[in-house]
């Protein structure tokens, strides 16, 4: 008797699922900014980023820690983090930041929507063999 769960590979397109992009981990990289897009952009990479971040100030200090928000249209534009090793949220205006280091462990380096899918497929195949094999035990095949 076949599994209850299709164990042939999806085919998204037909599905339409749009395919996953790869991920590419920021981990290590390092920008500086040279004006107001540039900022943005890489302050809004360091919110999506999901380890901790080292932001160079104009004071010439650095800043390391979690970027929990940000909002680029404030009155200042200005980006709120967890610092590390400080139990009490900072606020920094974009003004103030020259650049960002990704200096933190990036925990969703390596883990794609791929991986999750052959994850989740191999979950759904276990379990219809234990349901194939309790409905055996209890003589309905």
Not at 33 to 62: C, I, M, P
Not at 80 to 85: A, C, I, N, P, T
């Amino acid at each position: 008797m076949p599994n209850a769960v299709d164990t042939g590979a999806m085919n998204d397109a037909k599905n339409g699922i749009a395919p996953a992009h790869a991920y590419q981990s920021l981990e290590g990289t390092e920008l500086s900014f040279s004006n107001d897009q540039e900022r943005r952009k890489g302050l809004d990479d360091a919110f999506d980023y999901r380890g901790d971040v080292t932001l160079r100030l104009s004071s010439g200090a650095t800043v390391e820690g979690f970027v929990f928000n940000r909002n680029p249209d404030g009155k200042p534009p200005q980006v709120q983090l967890f610092v590390k090793d400080d139990p009490s949220p900072r606020v920094l205006p974009y003004a103030d930041i020259l650049g960002v280091l990704f200096s933190g462990r990036d925990p969703a380096d390596g883990k794609s929507y791929q991986a999750w899918k052959e994850k989740k497929h191999g979950e759904r195949v276990a379990e219809s063999k234990r349901v194939e094999e309790e409905m055996r035990k209890q003589g309905f095949i």
